[in-house]
């Protein structure tokens, strides 16, 4: 399975919550406890389970392109040659 992260850019944030609506894991929320430059509530990323996978839905729903998505694939093992 692959791992991904993704960073929120909050100051471009506008609080729309299309990013936590679409992500299938559900690790992205909206903050509750502060607002960024333009008064939004930003969304972050609340994933300390690690279960986030990059799949960049989160990023396709937002519209003002405010997410980066980070994916690390595992490396594909081969099969050892028959001698």
């Known amino acids: 399975m692959a ?3 993704i960073e929120i850019r909050e100051d471009r ?3 729309c919550t299309l990013c936590a609506l679409a992500c299938p894991q559900g ?3 909206m ?6 430059a333009k008064g939004y509530y930003p969304a972050m990323l609340n994933d300390a389970e690690g279960k986030c996978t990059g ?4 990023a396709v729903a937002c519209p003002d392109v ?3 998505v ?14």
Do not use: E, F, L, M
């Open 31 to 36: 903050a509750s406890d502060h607002v960024n």
């Open 27 to 29: 690790v992205i929320v």
């Open 66 to 68: 405010c997410i980066t």
């Open 3 to 5: 791992k991904g992260r």
């Open 55 to 58: 799949c960049a839905i989160c």
């Open 13 to 15: 944030c506008k609080g």
């Open 70 to 83: 980070y994916r690390q694939v595992p490396a594909k093992t081969r099969p050892s040659a028959a001698v």
